[in-house]
């Protein structure tokens, strides 16, 4: 049968998809794709698997992609990170039965992504992306589509994604988003790049950036012409975004937990995180509960906290203490599933670029040098989990003791150290002089003196044997012997 191809995969395998979820590392697995699917997405991803790995490890295979083999999870697109035409290949070998397209992420900006150059970080290097898309077209049982973020100049992006269309991209999914625009940077996505991609490409487009209510997808389609458009964010913070509905937090929280126990395995961390998403206007209130959520280590103890949450939410409704709260900012009370939004900066320039002023103060301002008394209003959130573990911990710079110097090195000298130094370099010098550091936990010369007297110990047992061996009475000497020798053959 031969493989499908631009629109014709979009609507026979893809069924036409207009509603997407994202792939997200660590939080678009198996159970959050279903609950989702159940909301109206129409197509899921994968999260971002890295290819070198999946291509040497079974466990990491079985773990991400075999194990999460379902029938309700279909249409799916396996996304990969790569930098290698070969290994890349490799990878999608592996995973192309699992799923209906593999995908190339060309559009991570993250810093692990800077360190393993990947994602973002090739988009400069367009022999390479092209060799790769094209080897993988042409090896591949499945289409192959891509996944890129977009340059400054709208010519360059547009130039950018007909060269990955012609080296055989059969969908192209544009993050209207530079890749500086992340973290504080991260400003508004350009629907203008994607509207003029989508208007200079003959394979479906996917438009990525902005979405926060079905509203904006509608808007999204109508503005740029996309086939569909994908939500990241906006579906983490509402599963029901695609449904054009809001509902309570807790129903989707309940209903992700029972979508967990339904198909696991699925890491605890991943269902900390969505929690924490799902949760997380109303977190901002209730901070104890917020850290009980980062300390529970069982699936039980998650759903239980849920449920705290749950209860406290009602009691505010009955009360109708939080119904009308003027000092929220949120177009609904806290415990609505609704959008995160980060702060806009006030000066910005096109393209959503922050001039360099007031991105330093955007990104670098300082707290307040903390009061040296260290009360609980002037520390960290960091220093006041500590200051909870251990009251007495005092973070006063001048009131902390100060360490005698190694004299060798620099580091703090060990206090009761034989040697008067740290810990390393005392090891080194015991080491060289055979010699004890109670204080350090070092027994050199103890283990010295062990050793030769276990040595001792048994050449003495040696010659014991000799000499009792020399003193057996000549009779029994023959006697033995005679024993020793091999009995004659009849």
């Known amino acids: 049968m031969a493989k499908l191809q631009g629109f014709e995969f979009w609507r026979k395998t893809l069924k036409e998809a207009r509603y997407v979820v994202a792939p997200m590392v ?55 990170c790569a930098n290698d035409p ?15 397209a593999i995908d190339l992420n060309l559009g991570c900006p993250q810093m692990i992504a800077k360190r393993g150059h990947y994602g973002v970080f090739l988009q400069d290097e367009w022999d390479l992306l092209e060799k790769m898309v094209s080897l993988a077209n042409e090896k591949l049982k499945v289409p192959i589509t891509c996944k890129i973020r977009v340059f400054k100049e709208v010519e360059k992006t547009v130039r950018y994604a007909q060269m ?25 996505a350009s629907w203008e790049h994607i509207k003029a991609v989508r208007q200079a490409v003959n394979i479906p487009v996917f438009a990525n950036g ?42 989707m929280a309940e209903e992700y937990l029972e979508v ?21 206007h109303t977190l901002q209130i209730h901070q104890d509960l917020r850290e009980e959520l ?14 705290q949450l749950r209860l406290r939410c009602q009691e505010e409704i009955a009360k109708e203490k939080d119904s009308e709260d003027k000092e929220s900012r949120l177009p609904f009370p806290h415990w609505i599933c609704q959008p995160y939004v980060r702060p806009v900066p006030k000066e910005t320039v096109t393209n959503g670029n922050i001039h360099a002023s007031v991105l330093k103060k955007t990104v670098c301002q300082k707290r307040a040098l903390e009061d040296c008394d260290g009360s609980a209003d002037t520390l960290s959130k960091n220093k006041q989990k500590k200051r909870s573990r251990n009251p007495k911990k005092n973070f006063c710079p001048e009131q902390k003791p ?25 090891k080194k010098k015991a080491y060289k002089e055979v010699a004890d550091c109670p204080s350090h936990g070092l027994r050199f010369k103890t283990k010295a003196e062990k050793r030769k007297a276990e040595e001792k110990e048994q050449a003495e047992r040696s010659t014991t044997e000799v000499e009792t061996s020399d003193r057996i009475p000549q009779p029994l000497q023959d006697s033995r012997r005679e024993l020793e020798e091999p009995l004659p053959l009849l």
């Open 26 to 80: 660590d939080q678009s697995e198996l159970a959050w794709r279903l609950l989702s699917r159940r909301h109206g997405a129409q197509l899921c991803y994968t999260p971002m698997l890295h290819a070198q790995v999946f291509v040497r490890d079974a466990n990491y295979r079985r773990e991400n992609l075999y194990s999460e083999v379902c029938e309700e999870d279909r249409p799916l697109i396996t996304q990969f």
């Open 402 to 426: 100060k360490y005698i110097k190694c004299e060798q090195c620099g580091n703090p000298k060990g206090n009761k150290c034989v040697f008067s130094l740290c810990r390393g370099c005392c």
């Open 164 to 188: 990955l269309e012609k080296a055989g991209c059969q969908l192209l999914t544009v993050h209207g988003r530079t890749k500086d625009q992340k973290g504080a940077m991260t400003g508004i």
């Open 210 to 251: 902005n979405i926060q209510h079905l509203s904006d997808v509608e808007r999204c389609i109508q503005e740029t012409g996309v086939q569909g458009v994908m939500s990241a964010e906006g579906n983490l913070h509402n599963p029901a975004l695609f449904e054009g509905r809001s509902p309570a937090v807790w129903e």
């Open 260 to 280: 967990v126990k339904r198909y696991p395995p699925c890491t605890l961390s991943y269902v900390r995180a969505h929690l924490f998403k799902l949760w997380h």
């Open 294 to 307: 980062a300390k529970v280590k069982t699936l039980e103890g998650l759903a239980d906290v849920s449920k």
């Open 86 to 100: 070969e290994v890349f290949l490799q990878a999608a070998l592996l995973a192309q039965d699992y799923c209906d």
